[in-house]
């Protein structure tokens, strides 16, 4: 805050001072809002560096509550990759595969591992919140989008509850971490602490559902403040980078 309008003001009214240190209240309010800084895409990247082109697929059958992005996370998202390029990236939570397919179509010869419940999946290993429980009974593999990936990157699908997977298997380390899966404490705190150490430097941790529709969400991340975490500004996304 520009501590000579506070002096303006304190010294005569006067409109316009007001105004502008209104306008600087508002700005430190929303950039902490949930528990983190709230930083613009402005902020974080340089979009003149390069001329880039991002894509934005269109699905015929909808957005599903809690479980799509808006179209300003997915301006977020392509931009990143764009900006980014990732050769590596791992995603919890494929759901239909509307974010894999978003990651994928906005980046060029990278591979793309996304995780997901196996089909005859019962139960978490560790507790759900009843979002993620019904976001289960909404899943049909007939509506996943990966016949029709039009891309030249590579989509790996492997399933497994991200509770019991061991993602050093996989042999690889991640650029870019997309965080969706289930929702509680529990669950965000294990899939991020199992990709921390297998990041990149310089890597980004996307988290999803930073919002008060998940407060066990904001809980966690709130936790990794110190460490750089922070909200993107008009988004439910809360990012890090490593």
Known sequence: MNLSRLTKVKGYVSTDGLVEVLKDLKY?????????????VLELLDLEANNFEIKIPNYKHG????????INEKVVI???CNLLKPKTVIEIGTFRGETTDLI?????????YTLD???????????????DLEVLTLRRHDLYIHPSYVTNSRIHQIYGDSAKFDFELLNKTFSLAFIDGAHSYEYVKNDTEKLLPLMELGGWLIWDDYS?????????????RHKGAFHIYGTRLAAMRV
């Open 63 to 70: 957005s599903t509550r809690n479980a799509s992005l808006s």
């Open 117 to 131: 419940l196996p089909p005859n999946f019962s139960s978490h290993n560790y507790r759900a919140v009843p979002d």
């Open 212 to 224: 008060f529709n998940f407060p066990e969400v904001i809980d966690y991340v709130n936790t990794l």
């Open 28 to 40: 430190l309010l929303r950039r902490g809002f949930l528990g983190l800084p709230r930083i613009e």
């Open 78 to 80: 392509a931009t990143i």
């Open 104 to 112: 994928a179509r906005n980046l060029v010869d990278s591979d793309i």
